[in-house]
């Protein structure tokens, strides 16, 4: 265990974090180097632990400085830690895909798939395919034609180096003609079965009595099938496996099936299409594809692939499952999400309640947290539920030192302080970067602060109006005690934010539950750009969306 490089990660934490190491993220960050660590994790927190005290107790120029010693230990582990991931097999000619279905955007969870093929295929200088996995889907879960545009400015958002682009729906005769072969191999037939006897024989290991119909016959109710002379539900084409493998729904799976919906992009002109393991099996080869990273919840998927294969005497490619990223307390579902836009509950897909990169992007998460959060769950076929605050933490990191500082005061109450003549107060932009600049306010006698804190003003007890005054409540009177920091931090229980009475601009702020909360913002603010992020001080990070008429309309990005 390398106690130096230890030292490098908790210090180079504590420096993005303004001096505090967190150990929950040096560990995770030194697993994704060592995953031997893990073997040996208790004694390894042990000693995460005392070098993050040890880290935490010195000055952040203290930390900058003994981080200049030995940040090239980081740089030795340059390749795994700019991935956080496991060498793969086979490399040398890497070609990896990705192949979202396009019933809408992707969301927090499925980019976890995209991230980690990019980064592959960024590491090891192979090729890197999005292929739109838009064959004609169930009835329950369709295609949405605005989908392919969202899926691609959340790919290109992303930072994601795509080398080609396919559409399966552009492939048909390709399936078709592979299919054939099937056909005239006697792998594959055409079967007449209702779906639910389907289903008994397939739970019983019982062959139908299509299953032994001759080749030529096969033949001829294959080109019926694509002459369009039958009916949904009324054929589909199987194929051949045994009716005793140990998992039913793999027995004599369905390869091809008709539906007459109209497809966004070929409209009518094919009625029938492959079920996804088909064509990603006969695309997988075609393209060239050396290695899949896929969820876990896909695996019998990559069987039947391998089957296919194996019929054609094709290579297989390296297969990696990958366990599913859950965040704590938040549902992630595409197809719920479209249901609540196509209903218009949602705003759209940037609505913040559907979590798709759209809608994180609307709120001022950078791409950089999201593939760094997402990087973390790393390729361990363990489904993983994180909390939201570890995206939040790799957000804040990115924009913390980017961002101005404004009061803000939600459902604002005003006060009257007595026996004070007003003053002007110079605020820092940002309090860690003096060079950024100044604020200015001028304030007379009258504050406007957040009715929560004014509904907990006791009498006698000592306030601050944040680097303004002190103040005590006295018979429902408030009464100016002095000006200095000390005097207030001898005696104080409140530090509040606040705003003049007068000059205030009117701010509404969308949440991540769509809530919107309002009240007033300083006039510094308003020079502020559109998606431009700040921090209103004490409370949460916003970005700027809109101005109308001295009116700021922001959406809430995290505390």
């Not at 084409?237 to 091809?256: C, E, G, W, Y």
Request: charge should be positive; include cysteine.
């Amino acid at each position: 265990m390398n106690k130096d490089l230890i030292y490098a990660l908790a210090l180079e934490n504590a420096i993005k974090f303004n001096g505090r190491a967190s150990q929950s993220s040096v560990t995770g960050i030194l697993i994704s180097i060592s995953p031997s660590i893990k073997s040996n994790i208790k004694e390894a927190s042990k000693l995460i632990a005392k070098i993050i005290e040890e880290v935490n107790s010195m000055s952040l120029q203290e930390q900058k400085e003994k981080y200049e010693k030995l940040k090239h230990l980081i740089h030795h582990e340059e390749k795994q830690l700019r991935i956080g991931l496991p060498e793969l097999k086979n490399a040398e000619n890497l070609t990896v895909r990705f192949a979202p279905f396009p019933s809408g955007p992707l969301h927090i969870g499925n980019a976890k798939q995209l991230v980690l093929n990019d980064e592959y295929s960024k590491t090891y200088n192979g090729k890197f395919l999005l292929v739109f996995d838009d064959t004609i889907g169930s009835e329950e879960k369709t295609i949405s034609k605005e989908a392919y545009s969202l899926i691609l400015d959340g790919v290109k958002w992303l930072d994601v180096k795509i080398d080609s682009t396919y559409y399966k729906s552009d492939r048909l005769e390709i399936y078709y003609k592979y299919a054939l072969e099937l056909v005239k191999e006697n792998k594959a037939y055409v079967c007449f079965c209702r779906p639910e006897e389907l289903r008994k024989n397939r739970e019983k290991g019982l062959e139908c009595s299509h299953r032994n119909y001759s080749i030529k016959e096969n033949l001829e109710f294959w080109n019926q099938l694509l002459k369009k002379k039958f009916k949904p539900s009324q054929a589909t084409l199987r194929i051949k496996t045994s009716m005793q493998h140990k998992n039913p729904a793999f027995r004599d799976r369905v390869l091809f099936r008709i539906s007459k919906r109209s497809h966004p992009r070929t409209k009518n002109k094919y009625t029938i299409w492959p079920l996804l393991e088909f064509s990603w099996a006969i695309d997988d080869h075609l393209l060239g594809v050396s290695h899949i990273i896929r969820g876990k919840d896909l695996m019998m998927e990559s069987e039947m692939e391998q089957f296919i294969w194996n019929i054609f005497n094709w290579a297989n490619p390296e297969i990696i499952h990958t366990g599913l990223v859950n965040i704590k307390g938040i549902k992630l579902s595409k197809s719920k999400s479209k249901e609540e836009v196509q209903s218009g509950f949602y705003k759209g897909w940037d609505d913040p309640r559907t979590w798709s990169l759209q809608s994180l992007r609307k709120r001022g998460i950078k791409p950089k947290a999201i593939r760094n959060f997402l990087l973390k769950s790393g390729l361990s076929k363990n489904d993983v539920t994180v909390p939201i605050e570890d995206l939040y933490a790799e957000n804040r990191a990115l924009i913390e030192k980017e961002s101005n500082r404004y009061f803000f005061v939600q459902d604002p109450k005003l006060i009257k302080i007595q026996n004070f003549k007003g003053r002007d107060v110079s605020l820092n932009l940002h309090p860690d970067i003096p060079e950024r600049g100044k604020r200015k306010l001028k304030v007379k006698n009258s504050f406007y602060i957040n009715k929560k804190d004014f509904d907990v003003l006791r009498e006698k007890e000592l306030y601050r109006l944040m680097d303004c005054l002190n103040f005590t409540k006295q018979k429902n009177k408030f009464m100016f005690h002095s000006l200095d920091y000390e005097s207030y931090k001898e005696k104080g229980s409140r530090i509040m934010h606040w705003l003049p009475e007068q000059g205030n601009l009117k701010a509404s702020v969308i949440m991540d539950n769509y809530n919107i909360i309002n009240g007033l913002l300083e006039k510094n603010a308003s020079k502020m750009k559109i998606n431009e992020i700040c921090q209103f001080e004490r409370t949460f990070f916003a970005k700027l969306d809109k101005k109308t008429n001295n009116v700021l309309l922001f959406y809430f990005t995290h505390k």
